[in-house]
């Protein structure tokens, strides 16, 4: 008689850890480039991670007015601060703190997303998460999801973990119908607190540290900085003074990407048609 092996989960360890690059976007916003930036131009599927946040109402108010997408989608998480959204679908939402608008843009639409406030803190992510050659072309939706609808649970020893996507401890994000199965969670840990957590081994995975700090695989994150996860089964963080995280990740498409300011498809053909089509006003 044999005796099963017992084969211990592999860990995740830091590839790459890289604070963010400043720049400006929309009519002028202040934002922080984390995924996008020349050291980590994307990380397959994610083509751009920005944190935006100020309390001085010149570095936002005018925001991001009129603008097309097509063939990614567009994730945007408020931490702090009031922003409203407008499309040509018809789609209106206000985006308040510790909700989140997972937009498809597919096939092509125009937005706009301004301040609904004229002090105080505006804070939060945008995420672009690219769409495989087969869904490019698809009708556009929009998944705008209220605090109250995004799961909190409890981490054992202490911590809080909100579910935008994914799962974790038996508990499932409001986000669906997106190709790359993203795992997107919000984890505060406090001083002492560990977090672990089992992803698809394959899936390309990262983190980002917006209070506090923490540690991973050895080494220390400040807040700031975004820690490219290796392969692996396993997530393991602890925070020794408390700290808060964003971690995010998705299966890889593997295809070629050709991106043109908000256009993101295969090929420079399909992006040559993407601009002349949102010329034509056939968005």
Request: no cysteine.
């Amino acid at each position: 008689m044999s005796t099963a092996q017992i084969v211990s989960p592999s860990i995740r360890r830091p590839v790459a850890i890289l604070a963010g690059q400043p720049t400006s976007d929309g009519a002028g916003v202040k934002l922080i480039r984390v995924i996008g930036q020349q050291r980590l131009p994307d990380l397959d599927p994610f083509l751009m991670l920005d944190e935006f946040r100020s309390d001085d109402a010149k570095d936002y108010i005018a925001g991001f007015p009129d603008h097309p997408h097509r063939g990614f989608e567009t994730v945007t998480y408020m931490l702090a601060g009031r922003m409203r959204h407008e499309d040509n679908k018809g789609n209106r939402g206000l985006l308040r703190p510790g909700s989140v608008q997972w937009m498809t843009a597919g096939r092509g639409i125009v937005h706009s997303e301004l301040p609904e406030q004229e002090d105080g803190l505006m804070w939060g992510f945008q995420l672009w998460v690219n769409l495989p050659a087969k869904d490019k072309m698809t009708v556009p939706r929009y998944q705008e999801i209220a605090p109250e609808e995004i799961p909190e649970t409890e981490i054992a020893g202490g911590g809080k973990v909100r579910v935008v996507a994914g799962r974790f401890g038996g508990v499932n994000g409001p986000i669906s119908g997106v190709a790359t199965d993203p795992t997107y969670l919000d984890v505060a840990l406090p001083a002492g607190g560990v977090f672990t957590h089992d992803l698809p081994a394959a899936h390309n995975a990262f983190l980002y540290v917006f209070e506090g700090a923490a540690e991973l695989g050895g080494e220390a994150i400040a807040r700031g900085r975004i820690v490219v996860l290796s392969q692996g089964e396993r997530v393991e963080v602890s925070a020794a003074k408390g700290g808060r995280f964003i971690l995010v990740a998705g299966k890889p498409l593997g295809e070629p990407v050709a991106k043109y300011g908000p256009f993101v498809m295969n090929t420079v053909e399909e992006l040559r048609r993407a601009v002349e089509d949102f010329q034509a006003g056939r968005f």
